[in-house]
């Protein structure tokens, strides 16, 4: 149920033309599913208790939610400021990487 609800809003998001999703200024990630936060926490537990069965799972839920904390935990001090990947991506510019 929740993969479905996720599913549907996203679609709903992406479907919505670029002037009506663009509020401009800058955001920590996808304001329209922010109050997903919670249902995607509870779809959490079942893979964490996977344990003994599937280490690799279990490590890659535990990897998942440590980059989830700490993108959330990025803008507490001032939630104005670009996101993590944003400012990352800056940084590589800057010291010239290139991926292409």
Do not use: K
């Not at 200024?25 to 208790?49: E, N, Q, Y």
Request: glycine share 8%; proline share 7%.
């Amino acid at each position: 149920m929740i993969a479905a609800v996720s599913v549907t809003c996203i679609a709903f998001f992406l479907a919505r033309p670029l002037e009506d999703r663009n509020y401009g200024g800058m955001t920590t990630g996808f304001r329209w599913l922010f109050w997903l936060a919670p249902l995607w926490l509870v779809a959490i537990i079942p893979a964490a208790r996977l344990g003994p069965g599937m280490p690799l799972a279990t490590r890659r839920v535990y990897l998942l939610l440590a980059v989830s904390v700490g993108s959330a935990a990025y803008a507490v001090w001032n939630p104005w400021t670009h996101p993590w990947i944003w400012n990352f991506l800056e940084y590589l510019e800057q010291i010239g990487w290139n991926a292409s």
